[in-house]
């Protein structure tokens, strides 16, 4: 009996990288600068005017906003290297995984800024047969997971045109 494609494919990951925590820094770092400049105006008597309020209201409403909206992308974002596939999940809002055959990806890419390399983060980008571009930003790790999937990609996949 001939097995399909699917059933030729070991579905547990051989490889996988997930959210750095660094994504949660611009939650933190918008909460630390509205509480001091909250603390600031207090400390010179204007706390209680409008800009004070206006600081406060801003620093009670826009970091746990920012904290949520982290979690979620934390938890939904991901790449998995599979015997014949990459699995890739972008993260909250675009909750669809996506699928690509080893096959079909010409190029992988790791996109790091000086910071995100320092702490170990960065973003995959995979440039596929057809020329479309798919990525994802914020793993931890992503060189380790990006050599994986460069070494995993046939040969034959690579030399045609």
Known sequence: MAQTDSEDEIIVPRAEAHAHWSIFLPALIVALLYALVWAFLKIIGYGDGAL??????VLVIAPPLLIAQAFLR??????????KHVLLARGWPRTVGRQFALGDIVVVEVNSGILGRWMGAGGIHLLLRNGQRIGVSDLADPDNIADLI????????RDRS
Request: glycine share 12%; aromatic share 12%.
């Open 52 to 57: 004070g309020r206006l600081i406060f209201l």
């Open 74 to 83: 934390y938890y939904s974002i991901g790449i998995a290297l599979t015997e």
């Open 150 to 157: 460069r070494q995993n990609i046939p040969s034959i996949g």
